[in-house]
């Protein structure tokens, strides 16, 4: 039987898991990256995940086509190198992953942008099955994006293709954690999340479930407060939702996507509330013809997407 092998380096942990055809997970890990001891220790940890991974699927007479890693910053797909700089993992631009890793491991080894590759996994078997042109985000710390249009993956002229949280919404505007000012991220992250929260909650006084110090406050805290139908997160997250309906309409009038997915910890949580909100802060920003028949639908692979995409990153829908 045919097996996908998949590999999602984080700045924090490694995911990596075999699946077969159909998607569906045959056996998942993770372990982890220890991204701040530099890059001979991320190949080191690359290395095993990828051994471990093989000798399963030895074991169980499955036949892997190749590696497929995701990786953070901007990947060279075509060499399976990362270019640039990635702030996450420190020394980590410049490294060859495919050469260093096909040499140890003697099977083809494969490298993607880790957005692009979670993207491309909710397209293959997540909420966006069936469909061929998508705007797929994830909303953490950082806000990645992957688009596909007419079915592959959009990766552009020189692999920076679906930087979605790196669109400017201000003119000077804030600092992002990219260098730039103005970016989406730097708006709807979860730095700025908790940061709107602290004033509303600040503003509405007593009003406010919230008891605790503001110091402590953390977007899971948030997203409990908003279940809780607390009136300031409820107004933190209808402001996060509205700066990320301005990066969605930027590109619902560039692409006009017949569906938008949006995956990390606000949408996980709040659901179809969340959606909501986009969707009406959608209304005030985007041409209503784009919005007709545009889908915002809830990721549905959660952090077991970057590998998953990963895996199939060279098959074709
Ligand atoms: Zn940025």
Request: net charge positive; charged share 25%.
């Amino acid at each position: 039987m045919k097996a996908f092998a998949g590999i999602d380096l984080g700045g924090t942990n490694i995911k990596y898991g075999l699946a077969d055809s159909e998607g569906k997970i045959l056996t998942s890990k993770s372990k982890p990256a220890h991204a701040d001891k530099g890059r001979s220790e991320i190949l080191k940890r690359l290395e095993e995940c990828a051994r471990e991974l093989l000798e399963y699927a030895f074991e169980n007479k499955l036949n892997v086509p190749y590696v497929g890693i995701g990786s953070p910053g901007t990947v060279d797909a075509d060499r399976g190198k990362i270019l640039g700089v990635s702030p996450n993992i420190p020394g980590w631009g410049g490294t060859n992953i495919s050469t260093r890793l096909e040499e140890r491991l003697k099977t083809k080894v494969y490298v993607g942008n880790d957005a692009n590759m979670m993207a491309w996994a909710e397209v293959l078997f997540g909420a966006a099955k069936g469909y061929r042109n998508v705007l797929c985000t994830t909303v953490g710390t950082g806000i990645g994006g992957g688009v596909i249009m007419d079915g592959k993956l959009v990766i552009g002229s020189s692999y920076s293709g679906g930087e979605f949280g790196h669109i400017p919404i201000v003119k000077d505007g804030k600092r992002c954690n990219c260098g730039l000012k103005g970016c989406l991220e730097a708006y709807a992250g979860s730095d700025n999340l908790i940061a709107i929260a602290k004033r509303e909650i600040k503003a509405a006084g007593s009003r406010s479930k919230y008891k605790g110090s503001l110091n402590e406050l953390t977007v899971r805290k948030i997203l409990d407060l908003f279940k809780a139908h607390d009136p300031a997160a409820l107004k933190a997250i209808e402001k996060q939702a509205g700066y990320m309906a301005t990066g969605f309409a930027s590109v619902i009038h560039l692409l006009n996507p017949e569906a938008i997915v949006v995956g990390g910890g606000i949408a996980e949580v709040c659901g179809a509330d969340y959606i909501r909100l986009i969707q009406k802060a959608l209304k005030q920003y985007a041409f209503e013809d784009a919005l007709k028949g545009l889908k915002v639908l809830k990721a549905k692979l959660g952090n077991k997407a970057g590998f998953i995409g990963a895996a199939f990153q060279k098959e074709e829908i």
